[in-house]
């Protein structure tokens, strides 16, 4: 680069022929005297070295040579002045180059060195070339390193040492010597030519904002060095680190032509910073909605606070994905769960909070809530310290009362509970490499439409995914792998659980969990559970299984369908009602399970695929839709697909409504239970009147509550064979079991009927 050749920018001097009143004695400036009329002065026309040159007598201790036209200062364009000189008569001087540097004002620049280095004249004659280096980046070979400050300067010369000498000055040369330090890099701008020092004290703020300023298509470099910028800085051209930065955890870095993780962990120097900072950039500008991981595997040393990394903000509300790495977990103390127990009380009236909690301020936000009673996956929302109360991620249950709790603060690779509202946030591409050391994610407090897709969650140790309040409305969980590290345990002793959630409309689609306790919890409704497949198996003969899905929600409108579940079973229960005993509502409703495959093998024959659990009295179904599913034993005979499980009350049967157990394939299935069951029933003796079991195949135990066809599949005759043509009426839930139905004739008969019956109406 050669401003003089490129852009025409002019630096050279006049030549003293033109005359000595553009050349001052002091530092240029307008008014300042010049050599015009200087007695100590004059212009010599015919120097045999020089041809026209200035002769001076040295007569002050500084005796100054400056031109007062205004040269040019560049942004990164750095000057060589070079001048030679030889003394004629009398004491020899020192000489060296000078100058003055200029605001805009004209007033000087401060701060900054002002002259070269010094070469003493030593022999008359004899002709001695002087020069120094001027610009605005501390560079190797820079004599006056003067920063981006000054706009023009009045450049020339010095002479010190003793005075009465006679010297003689051939014309000031000025020119662009940049091309000298950009070398083959002419396709980029250094920050330290616009001023960066890189000691990581200065700072540098307004150095790299001038190189970006100035950078006009090219790449900024930033050379060797450690960069302090104090402020925000945002850079809009390309950009390369050599050299590595530091910041303010407030101040925000946001390279828009580079914004990718490679290049913020090159910035700082370091993977979890270079993370911490790119991410407060992504919520800080509106030039990116995602940061691209670039394939980089991250090692984490310790959990990630997201909203602390970005500071100034605790709700975000735009769309925002990270895509395409791994976040690594590393070390082991850090990752340790913090546990505290402390007295609370908890009350029907209140149910979303616990009140007079003893050492509420120790308690973390996030923390899962356990104790008598207590639902699973109960966690501290936020807290109230003042008032000594918590709120809840849900109703913990009938776990009402006072009573000391255990409070459990798992460590997640990526946390976002500080965020009180964080909404539209997703990930693609991730690993959550967790080690069997750490959790995978924790949500915010609040917020819609998080969505995590095509990523594994790889041996989390506790939890793959949290909600610790209502952050998972809208959720969606698309196509990841959830490879829990317990394998090895039998079923019933993992604590590991891919995914729990609170709020509604939740999305778990195409999805595979391999050997957690759970796969997932949910605690709310509306929700689509699709395509996955879980499996929960251990080695163990005759072994126990847990839940793969926990439906906590009795009114859930919930739709499973297309999954393979695979040794475990889908519970429904209520177990966050605080008065669990039916009162009103609609009881177990809404739930649609089909076109499912259910496997298992090694399972006891109790084992069931579809299990409700009531936790109070009262209660019925009034909405179930199990169609189109295969239910599949291997190398057992299970009992019956689907039970109720009692361990705290049964259902009330007298009440079933919209039970519907259709069109379900059962291979090693003992009892192959429907509603409405068709029963065939024949009566070999005459009889007025018939009874017809068949409850004992109505989908979960269910009586025989209604009957929707009675067809004579045989002809109906009395004893002395002749035909009969009337029509019986029927009397249901009869016997003491209430499991069966009476057929009522107009006389003794015999026969054959088809009976279709209900357990629900």
Same mark, same amino acid.
């Given at each position: 680069?050669?401003?003089?050749?490129?852009?025409?920018?002019?630096?050279?001097?006049?030549?003293?022929?033109?005359?000595?009143?553009?050349?001052?004695?002091?530092?240029?400036?307008?008014?300042?005297?010049?050599?015009?009329?200087?007695?100590?002065?004059?212009?010599?026309?015919?120097?045999?070295?020089?041809?026209?040159?200035?002769?001076?007598?040295?007569?002050?201790?500084?005796?100054?040579?400056?031109?007062?036209?205004?040269?040019?200062?560049?942004?990164?364009?750095?000057?060589?002045?070079?001048?030679?000189?030889?003394?004629?008569?009398?004491?020899?001087?020192?000489?060296?180059?000078?100058?003055?540097?200029?605001?805009?004002?004209?007033?000087?620049?401060?701060?900054?060195?002002?002259?070269?280095?010094?070469?003493?004249?030593?022999?008359?004659?004899?002709?001695?070339?002087?020069?120094?280096?001027?610009?605005?980046?501390?560079?190797?070979?820079?004599?006056?390193?003067?920063?981006?400050?000054?706009?023009?300067?009045?450049?020339?010369?010095?002479?010190?040492?003793?005075?009465?000498?006679?010297?003689?000055?051939?014309?000031?040369?000025?020119?662009?010597?940049?091309?000298?330090?950009?070398?083959?890099?002419?396709?980029?701008?250094?920050?330290?030519?616009?001023?960066?020092?890189?000691?990581?004290?200065?700072?540098?703020?307004?150095?790299?904002?001038?190189?970006?300023?100035?950078?006009?298509?090219?790449?900024?470099?930033?050379?060797?060095?450690?960069?302090?910028?104090?402020?925000?800085?945002?850079?809009?051209?390309?950009?390369?680190?050599?050299?590595?930065?530091?910041?303010?955890?407030?101040?925000?870095?946001?390279?828009?032509?580079?914004?990718?993780?490679?290049?913020?962990?090159?910035?700082?120097?370091?993977?979890?910073?270079?993370?911490?900072?790119?991410?407060?950039?992504?919520?800080?500008?509106?030039?990116?909605?995602?940061?691209?991981?670039?394939?980089?595997?991250?090692?984490?040393?310790?959990?990630?606070?997201?909203?602390?990394?970005?500071?100034?903000?605790?709700?975000?509300?735009?769309?925002?994905?990270?895509?395409?790495?791994?976040?690594?977990?590393?070390?082991?103390?850090?990752?340790?769960?913090?546990?505290?127990?402390?007295?609370?009380?908890?009350?029907?009236?209140?149910?979303?909070?616990?009140?007079?909690?003893?050492?509420?301020?120790?308690?973390?936000?996030?923390?899962?809530?356990?104790?008598?009673?207590?639902?699973?996956?109960?966690?501290?929302?936020?807290?109230?310290?003042?008032?000594?109360?918590?709120?809840?991620?849900?109703?913990?249950?009938?776990?009402?009362?006072?009573?000391?709790?255990?409070?459990?603060?798992?460590?997640?690779?990526?946390?976002?509970?500080?965020?009180?509202?964080?909404?539209?946030?997703?990930?693609?591409?991730?690993?959550?490499?967790?080690?069997?050391?750490?959790?995978?994610?924790?949500?915010?407090?609040?917020?819609?439409?998080?969505?995590?897709?095509?990523?594994?969650?790889?041996?989390?140790?506790?939890?793959?995914?949290?909600?610790?309040?209502?952050?998972?409305?809208?959720?969606?969980?698309?196509?990841?792998?959830?490879?829990?590290?317990?394998?090895?345990?039998?079923?019933?002793?993992?604590?590991?659980?891919?995914?729990?959630?609170?709020?509604?409309?939740?999305?778990?689609?195409?999805?595979?969990?391999?050997?957690?306790?759970?796969?997932?919890?949910?605690?709310?409704?509306?929700?689509?559970?699709? %395509?996955?497949?879980? !499996?929960? $198996?251990?080695?163990?003969? *005759?072994? &126990?299984?847990?839940? #793969?899905? +926990? /439906?906590?929600?009795?009114?859930?409108?919930?739709?499973?369908?297309?999954?393979?579940?695979?040794?475990?079973?889908?519970?429904?229960?209520?177990?966050?009602?605080?008065?669990?005993?039916?009162? %009103?509502?609609?009881? !177990?409703? $809404?739930?649609?399970?089909? *076109?499912? &495959?259910?496997?298992? #093998?090694? +399972? /006891?024959?109790?084992?069931?695929?579809?299990?409700?659990?009531?936790?109070?009295?009262?209660?019925?179904?009034?909405?179930?839709?199990?169609?189109?599913?295969?239910?599949?034993?291997?190398?057992?005979?299970?009992?019956?697909?689907?039970?109720?499980?009692?361990?705290?009350?049964?259902?009330?049967? #007298?009440?079933?409504?919209?039970?519907?157990?259709?069109?379900?394939?059962?291979?090693?299935?003992?009892?192959?239970?429907?509603?409405?069951?068709?029963?065939?029933?024949?009566?070999?003796?005459?009889?007025?009147?018939?009874?017809?079991?068949?409850?004992?195949?109505?989908?979960?135990?269910?009586?025989?509550?209604?009957?929707?066809?009675?067809?004579?599949?045989?002809?109906?005759?009395?004893?002395?064979?002749?035909?009969?043509?009337?029509?019986?009426?029927?009397?249901?839930?009869?016997?003491?079991?209430?499991?069966?139905?009476?057929?009522?004739?107009?006389?003794?008969?015999?026969?054959?009927?088809?009976?279709?019956?209900?357990?629900?109406?």
């Amino acid at each position: 680069m050669n401003k003089a050749i490129t852009e025409g920018v002019v630096f050279m001097p006049t030549a003293f022929a033109a005359g000595l009143d553009v050349w001052s004695s002091e530092n240029g400036r307008p008014g300042d005297d010049t050599y015009a009329s200087a007695a100590n002065a004059a212009f010599v026309p015919s120097d045999q070295d020089f041809g026209g040159c200035l002769e001076i007598q040295k007569s002050d201790s500084t005796q100054k040579l400056r031109y007062m036209g205004q040269t040019p200062m560049l942004p990164g364009c750095y000057l060589r002045v070079t001048a030679r000189v030889k003394a004629i008569s009398g004491n020899l001087p020192n000489v060296r180059i000078a100058g003055y540097p200029a605001l805009s004002n004209g007033s000087q620049v401060s701060g900054v060195i002002v002259s070269g280095p010094a070469v003493t004249l030593t022999n008359y004659g004899e002709i001695t070339e002087v020069s120094a280096i001027l610009g605005p980046g501390n560079r190797t070979g820079v004599d006056m390193i003067w920063g981006t400050a000054p706009v023009f300067a009045h450049l020339g010369l010095d002479l010190t040492g003793p005075n009465g000498g006679l010297v003689r000055i051939d014309d000031l040369v000025i020119e662009d010597v940049t091309s000298v330090f950009h070398g083959k890099q002419l396709a980029m701008v250094d920050v330290r030519d616009f001023g960066a020092i890189g000691d990581g004290n200065t700072d540098d703020s307004a150095a790299f904002e001038a190189a970006d300023d100035a950078a006009d298509g090219r790449e900024i470099l930033v050379s060797a060095g450690s960069y302090r910028l104090n402020n925000d800085v945002t850079i809009n051209s390309r950009i390369r680190f050599e050299g590595t930065v530091t910041m303010p955890e407030s101040a925000v870095l946001s390279l828009t032509k580079d914004f990718d993780l490679g290049t913020y962990i090159d910035a700082f120097g370091n993977e979890e910073l270079g993370f911490k900072k790119a991410f407060q950039s992504l919520l800080n500008n509106a030039d990116h909605e995602s940061l691209d991981m670039g394939g980089r595997r991250i090692s984490i040393s310790e959990p990630i606070d997201m909203q602390a990394a970005v500071n100034n903000k605790d709700t975000y509300a735009q769309r925002r994905h990270i895509a395409n790495g791994q976040f690594y977990a590393t070390g082991d103390a850090v990752w340790e769960p913090d546990i505290f127990t402390s007295q609370a009380t908890y009350s029907a009236g209140d149910d979303d909070k616990l009140t007079n909690v003893a050492n509420v301020a120790n308690i973390p936000v996030g923390a899962l809530i356990t104790g008598a009673g207590v639902a699973r996956e109960t966690y501290v929302r936020s807290k109230n310290v003042s008032a000594g109360e918590i709120t809840l991620s849900q109703p913990m249950g009938a776990a009402t009362g006072t009573q000391t709790l255990t409070f459990t603060r798992f460590k997640y690779l990526i946390d976002f509970s500080g965020f009180e509202k964080l909404t539209s946030f997703s990930f693609s591409d991730i690993e959550f490499q967790c080690n069997n050391k750490a959790s995978g994610i924790m949500l915010a407090k609040t917020g819609t439409v998080f969505q995590v897709r095509d990523c594994f969650f790889t041996r989390p140790r506790q939890r793959g995914i949290t909600s610790i309040g209502y952050g998972c409305q809208g959720m969606l969980v698309d196509r990841c792998q959830f490879l829990s590290s317990e394998g090895s345990e039998p079923a019933q002793n993992r604590i590991s659980i891919a995914i729990n959630t609170n709020a509604n409309d939740v999305k778990l689609r195409n999805n595979r969990a391999s050997q957690f306790r759970h796969f997932c919890i949910l605690s709310g409704s509306n929700a689509v559970v699709q %395509g996955n497949h879980f !499996f929960q $198996g251990d080695g163990q003969p *005759n072994g &126990v299984r847990m839940a #793969g899905l +926990v /439906l906590a929600l009795r009114s859930c409108n919930t739709t499973v369908v297309g999954n393979y579940v695979d040794n475990c079973f889908i519970e429904w229960t209520n177990e966050r009602e605080v008065a669990p005993d039916f009162a %009103g509502g609609f009881g !177990f409703a $809404g739930l649609s399970i089909t *076109n499912n &495959v259910f496997l298992c #093998g090694e +399972v /006891l024959p109790s084992f069931a695929w579809i299990v409700v659990k009531p936790y109070g009295t009262g209660h019925f179904f009034n909405g179930i839709n199990v169609t189109g599913n295969l239910f599949r034993g291997v190398g057992a005979v299970i009992q019956q697909a689907e039970k109720v499980d009692t361990t705290h009350a049964d259902m009330n049967y #007298g009440n079933m409504k919209n039970v519907y157990f259709t069109d379900n394939t059962f291979n090693n299935v003992f009892k192959t239970t429907e509603n409405p069951v068709t029963v065939s029933h024949t009566q070999s003796s005459a009889a007025a009147t018939w009874q017809i079991s068949g409850a004992s195949v109505l989908a979960f135990g269910g009586e025989a509550r209604g009957v929707v066809s009675v067809v004579a599949t045989d002809k109906i005759e009395n004893s002395a064979n002749v035909a009969q043509w009337g029509m019986p009426y029927t009397k249901v839930r009869q016997g003491a079991a209430n499991d069966r139905i009476d057929l009522f004739w107009q006389t003794a008969v015999r026969g054959k009927v088809s009976v279709t019956m209900r357990m629900d109406v």
